[in-house]
């Protein structure tokens, strides 16, 4: 998800006799969307007719079932010819039968799609931290790697452990074409519009985004995960972004309550999503040159339009080899008391949990140019690791080991912190 953090540190920043301007902009931006029994239809996922209407035509798509297993299946003709007759049964039964979001989760997403990319991509999947004693809605705010597959795999998680799913907020920047947003859209996507506007119009946007939320998890008891920060990390540093939890407060705060009721109603859960290797850590390694080049030089950075449609497909498809997710303690109201606070412990907690791998100490090690941890990699062949990457630019090659070596550098940080 990414959104503008300078109209959210703007709008944090209204003092409180804004806050009933906020309200009445956030009002007139839902009427003037043409909302009726939903206020936050436009930004929702489908609910009702529009749910069933999206799934006629993902059925009516001719090359929906064969994209479908092109995406998962990966590069083996065989397998995907076995998986094409596989999924063309199941898949066509569960696009016709499927009647809301939930159902869809569970039988497509969960059921059908995490499921066969565990099976083509992934070596074991891992999780920690859930429990159904305590599967009370919440936002579960996450470290950010894959645009698709973080979130899909927390909602596998909940589903597996009987603890419902969860809905995701994500960027109208990936709803490319028609087919994209319907895809997203039946799977419990909330959208975040990017698009640049006028301030008043952002202003009720952001309040109308936190109320959705709020609504979700207070009223209709359905958990929400979001990212801690603008895009998925490029350099392994798992920050939160101070403006995302700004954002998901500005309701509250329109309404005179403090951050206390807030945490204690919404409930934040920090989650740590690890893989060992990262499909796309090269294409981010090129993105982040590009970016550092274009902000040195013209001030700005654009991407092209269907470069997360390609990522998306990349990270889904190739390997991952093990995945670990793991969910942390909510925070305690009693002991935060405001924003900073809460983003530095969601920061602690993402790192404490994260679940390091042979590749990251190989990368912290190799980096450093010491033999720190090299207990936990005697069996990795770093070899054929290095190699992958021959063919780059030191720039890149550079890049993508830090990826991989940071997150050790943060775990290292925070016991260094709590010693």
């Not at 569960?94 to 809301?100: D, G, L, S, T």
């Not at 569970?106 to 931290?129: A, H, K, P, Q, W």
């Not at 809905?167 to 990017?194: E, H, Q, S, Y």
């Not at 101070?242 to 934040?268: H, N, T, V």
């Amino acid at each position: 998800m990414e959104i503008n953090e300078k109209k959210i540190m703007d709008i944090y920043a209204e003092t409180q006799e804004h806050d009933s301007e906020l309200i009445h902009e956030s009002e007139a931006f839902a009427e003037a969307s043409g909302v009726s029994a939903d206020p936050f239809e436009d930004i929702n996922p489908y609910e009702g007719e529009a749910f069933l209407a999206a799934m006629r035509r993902l059925d009516n798509y001719p090359q929906m079932v064969n994209n479908f297993v092109d995406v998962v299946s990966g590069r083996n003709r065989f397998m995907n010819k076995m998986k094409f007759f596989h999924v063309k049964k199941n898949l066509s039964f569960m696009i016709r039968n499927v009647k809301n979001v939930d159902e869809c989760q569970r039988m497509i997403l969960c059921g059908l799609f995490v499921n066969m990319v565990e099976n083509t991509s992934i070596d074991r999947f891992t999780c920690s931290g859930l429990s159904k004693e305590d599967d009370r809605p919440c936002i579960y705010i996450s470290n950010h790697r894959d645009i698709i597959l973080d979130a899909a795999l927390l909602c596998q998680a909940l589903y597996r452990r009987d603890m419902g799913t969860c809905n995701m907020v994500i960027g109208n920047n990936l709803l490319v074409n028609p087919f994209v947003t319907d895809l997203f859209k039946v799977c419990g996507a909330i959208t975040v519009d990017r698009s640049s506007h006028s301030v008043a119009d952002a202003k009720a946007e952001l309040l109308h985004l936190s109320r959705c939320v709020r609504n979700w998890i207070v009223d209709r008891k359905r958990s929400v995960w979001i990212a801690q920060t603008s895009g998925r990390s490029k350099d392994g540093s798992d920050i939160t972004n101070p403006s995302i939890l700004k954002m998901l407060y500005l309701s509250y705060r329109a309404e005179g309550r403090s951050f206390a009721e807030f945490l204690d109603e919404m409930r934040i859960k920090p989650v740590s999503v690890s893989y060992q290797y990262d499909p796309c850590d090269i294409t981010k390694s090129h993105e982040m040159i590009r970016r550092l080049k274009a902000e040195g030089v013209y001030n700005v950075y654009k991407k092209k339009k269907y470069e997360d449609v390609i990522d998306m497909v990349r990270g889904v498809r190739n390997y991952k080899g093990n995945v670990n997710l793991t969910v942390g303690d909510a925070l305690k109201a009693s002991e935060i008391h405001d924003v900073r606070e809460a983003a530095r412990e969601i920061d602690r907690q993402i790192h404490l949990n994260y679940k390091l791998w042979d590749t990251n100490y190989f990368c912290y090690d190799y980096l450093n140019g010491t033999e720190m941890f090299s207990e936990y990699y005697r069996d990795f062949k770093s070899k054929p690791f290095l190699k992958n990457y021959k063919a780059f630019s030191d720039d890149v090659k550079n890049l993508v080991y830090t990826q991989y070596a940071n997150p050790v550098k943060s775990m290292m940080d925070e016991r260094a912190m709590e010693a």
